[in-house]
């Protein structure tokens, strides 16, 4: 079976460019329908640079463009024919299986939930990413789509991403883990132990709290927390590792032997800053949303691109969110889960 | 002139030994006097190991020991003579001068907080940690002492920092930047866009939100958070440090050329940890207090407390506190502070 991909050619700190050559990668790679949603002329122009026929590409003109730095709530409302809007729209109405895009992470958010809409019994969207550890890959969510967090929106995030580890990473009873500033039940602010008092209740494979210091162990496979603390999480990893390779070439570059030793192990560091990039391991996946969603990095380039398309293609083949959808509606009918968010809300 | 420095021989995961050793190498380094604080006879024990002389040492006994997992509230009201209770009611009768502990961290927080005291004005302690940088050092406040933020503490938090980074570390007009997940002024939860509104208003040399790929990249002097997120974003950094270290050993492992150069780089390596430990920056302080508390890591080595000892001799040379509590008053007598401080708590 065909998938039809929706891309965002528009958005991106380097889109187009780098958004098309993703495009022309994907294409190669997969053999799913690629859609190219963004400014019909600045597509038209790629496909001229490349010296490819016109008639082989599916363009979806959508004039208007968002900022990387715009308000993402009024953007998706104000501007109906930006490739944000009209991708969501596509989604919603079915046109596409899925939509990627490495634009505005905020008006992405927007955009599925007001547009595409939310699962049944999904409270909010959450973002999730694969991320190495030192076992393998993990999952984190939520990492920046909800930073005004209610126990039942983590809740739910942990229930979603295991399905999803489970199905789509290939994990056996894939293990929830809490991130807190103690592996103790009583540490944490309130909402954080609400949380804790869930996972526990509900016969899922909750470990309890994990500090952030595991996140890269791969102790868990699914990691739980709100989208500002989990935001944090990962960039600060970003510039932990920046700052550790250029602490490490700046010692080395000080000596000749380190030098030589340096051009010895080039290759090592080449793979680890690879292994290090969440761009390997495509783009972001919005959990909760009814219809699959993939938000790519802003500094994508066209691997990453092509990358999140293969990340939207696998979610579609292993059927992810049908799952979702039954284990969130199960799990919101057990009694006493009822119960406890019945007292939560009180 | 000579300082008094307590410290806490039985806190810490490597206490008594480690800890006791600390205090050697403090003895040897620097000239003040040391107080001991611990179960008597453990000291001693360890007094007589290293074949000294018992008349050497200034002793306290403390013969209780507070867990490293133990309530912090209760365990502090309830162990009147744990060396954590002992040292603060030192603190607060003025017989040393500042306590160093590797304990219990929320231990030593309440401890600080009820027995010694907060500066007047001050609402809640935070926990400060300097950390290296590309560019060279820079603070973060709080890491763990506050998970239940209001506005006036972060911006206390701030104005604290930035007076001990002035006096202490040496920097002229610090900046002060807020932990945000973007840069725009409308990011964030509530109560961090109030954070952000009072120190734009405070005449202080504040740069706006930061994001935390920037927390090791040296763009400001003084970074703040609330302690969940701060303590997040240290405890991510150290995790993706050793698991940067680990890919990068595997890999190099992989081949024979990687191990020739992996001998040849070892020394660079061996700095890069050094420089990344942040037991090399001595311990954390806990500003706000009525008194010089510093806080090791509970992980600390017998460098580590000698070098907490350090931060603590050098914070009352540079009469830190004494600058700390005129500026506290001094910006919460400006009107417009008061009004922004009073609207907010309306």
Same mark, same amino acid.
């Given at each position: ?71 993402? +709530? ?56 694969v991320i190495p550890t030192k076992k393998g890959i993990s999952m ?25 580890s489970?199905?789509?990473l290939g994990k056996e009873?894939p293990s ?25 209740? +509900? ?13 890269f162990s791969g102790k868990c496979d699914c ?17 932990? +590792? ?33 292994l ?5 391991y ?65």
């Open positions: 079976m065909k998938y039809r991909i929706g891309l965002d050619i528009s958005g991106g700190d380097f889109a187009p460019e780098q958004i098309f050559k993703g495009a022309l990668l994907a294409k190669q790679e997969f053999h799913d329908d690629l859609i190219l949603i963004g400014v019909k002329e600045e597509i038209e122009e790629q496909i001229h640079k490349h010296n490819l026929n016109l008639n082989d590409f599916t363009i979806i003109d959508a004039p208007e463009k968002i900022g990387m730095g715009e308000s993402p +709530a009024s953007s998706v409302r104000k501007k109906k024919n930006s490739s944000i809007s009209i991708g969501m729209n596509l989604l919603r109405e079915k046109k596409i299986d899925a939509f990627v895009s490495c634009g505005n992470t905020g008006a992405a958010v927007c955009g599925a939930t007001l547009q595409v809409g939310l699962m049944e019994g999904v409270e909010r969207p959450g973002i999730a990413l984190i969510v939520d990492v920046g789509a909800n930073i005004d967090p209610k126990p039942i929106h983590l809740f739910q995030y942990g229930i979603m991403a295991s399905v999803y489970h199905l789509a009873n929830i883990g809490l991130l807190n500033i103690g592996e103790e039940e009583s540490k944490g602010p309130d909402y954080v132990r609400n949380v804790h008092k869930l996972f526990s209740e +509900a016969g899922v494979n909750f470990i309890g709290n994990l500090e952030a210091k595991d996140i990691i739980v927390c709100d989208g500002f603390v989990g935001n944090v999480a990962l960039k600060v990893s970003e510039g932990v +590792a920046e700052t550790m390779g250029k602490f490490l070439l700046d010692e080395i570059k000080k000596g000749f032997i380190g030098k030589i030793g340096l051009l010895l192990i080039m290759n090592s560091l080449k793979r680890v800053k690879r290090m990039d969440y761009a390997e495509g783009g972001a996946l919005l959990l909760g949303v009814d219809g699959i969603v993939i938000i790519g990095h802003g500094r994508s380039n066209a691997i990453a691109v092509k990358n999140a398309v293969k990340v939207a293609i696998h979610e579609l083949k292993c059927n992810v969110n049908s799952e979702i959808k039954s284990n969130i509606s199960k799990i919101s009918q057990d009694p006493k889960i009822k119960e406890m968010l019945n007292d939560l809300s009180a």
